[in-house]
């Protein structure tokens, strides 16, 4: 082995004690002789290594004192170089793993939780990649095909990234038509035409140029316990004094058709227990009914599906995809369209559970 990658295996080997807390602030390292007789190497080949570790603020070397962990390293000063972070990242994943692998998880329960937390996450993560050369601003409905397409969104378009804000429907259409957003997502049902999305954004953008993409149909429904232990089945039922209800934040897509066929059958909010309570995506309305801190909720059968929960089918609805037409017909987002019309795109999301793709790409100009 040569000198000169085994100072860096001798330093490799220091940093991993230091992390994982073998030697502590202000512990005192071997010496020189020390470790030259250990690694069987010259003694320049160890002042290499202590070179390195100190320039990276992990030790400090004083004449007559010996070398010691320095008294200010701090756990980001570690993680902060390259290989030793990724290692790190690993052997927390690989020790989680087995904690939840020993306790009867398997492993397609295992990927699923990560993707639903990453789901959550994308969802509060408002600041782009900083190295992307191309940024598209989202703002709309929460959808789970859109924080698919967050995660993979560098190998449609690449180095490029998508900003996301699920800020509702109705607030992403607002985002775009104020100059916030490059893209918006809403599924607004119109009870007047029976129709989504179109009447909305006329009303919104008048005289304006505007291209809607479908992304998806949705099944939609009442998400319930496993077994659907309180016999939930329709909206009436939500009224009933013992039924605990999680509902959607006001403007987006689910909560304006919930208000909506609450009023077609008279049925006031005030009646239902727990409306009130709202969260901002499916996927928290799936997690509040899996908690047992709600016994229904108005969401997405995939979300349902996720937390292994049972689904009550009422509707069918679709998902639109709305910019600004000059936008639209320009980078990034014309190879994002492109792609959804793809054959490539449709079997992407026509695989996802609870998702029809048969009309994803196809697009109108308003």
Not at 122 to 141: N, T, V
Not at 312 to 335: G, M, N, R, S, W
Not at 339 to 345: D, N, V, Y
Request: charged share 20%; glycine share 8%; aromatic share 8%.
């Amino acid at each position: 082995m040569g000198e000169t990658f085994l100072y860096k295996r001798i330093a490799e080997s220091i940093r991993q004690d230091i992390l994982n807390g073998i030697l502590q602030p202000n512990d005192r390292l071997p010496s020189i002789r020390e470790l030259t007789n250990k690694w069987r190497c010259t003694p320049g080949t160890v002042q290499r290594a202590y070179q390195e570790l100190a320039q990276q603020g992990l030790i400090i070397s004083q004449a007559g004192k010996g070398t010691h962990v320095s008294r200010q390293i701090e756990q980001a000063q570690i993680l902060a170089h390259g290989p030793l972070r990724k290692a790190t990242l690993v052997h927390k994943a690989e020790a989680f793993l087995l904690e939840v692998l020993t306790t009867g998880y398997d492993l397609p329960e295992v990927q699923q939780a990560f993707s639903l937390a990453l789901d959550h996450w994308r969802g509060l993560q408002h600041e782009p990649d900083a190295e992307a050369s191309a940024i598209i601003r989202f703002y709309g409905s929460h959808d789970m095909v859109i924080t698919w397409l967050a995660g993979h969104i560098r190998e449609i378009i690449p180095n490029s990234t998508m900003q996301l804000v699920f800020s509702g429907s109705l607030g992403g259409l607002i985002a775009l038509a104020d100059g916030r957003a490059d893209l918006a997502g809403t599924h607004l049902w119109d009870a007047e035409t029976d129709t989504y999305n179109l009447p909305y954004i006329r009303k919104l953008f008048p005289g304006k140029q505007i291209t809607v993409a479908r992304l998806a149909e949705r099944r939609m429904g009442l998400i319930v316990a496993p077994g659907n232990p309180q016999g939930i089945h329709r909206l009436q039922d939500l009224t009933r004094p013992q039924i605990q209800f999680v509902n959607r934040q006001a403007g987006s897509g689910t909560r304006v058709w919930l208000d909506a066929n609450l009023e077609r059958l008279g049925i006031s909010s005030s009646q239902i227990n727990g409306y009130e309570n709202e969260k901002t995506t499916h996927s928290e309305v799936a997690r509040t009914i899996a908690e047992g801190k709600a016994d229904v909720g108005l969401g997405l059968e995939s979300a349902a599906l996720a937390f292994q929960l049972g689904f009550v089918f009422l509707a069918q609805e679709c998902y639109d995809l709305v910019a600004h037409t000059q936008i639209a017909k320009q980078e990034p987002l014309l190879t994002l369209f492109n792609w959804l019309q793809s054959s490539a795109g449709r079997q992407v999301i026509g695989q996802m559970q609870g998702y029809e793709s048969a009309n994803t790409g196809m697009q109108i100009e308003l």
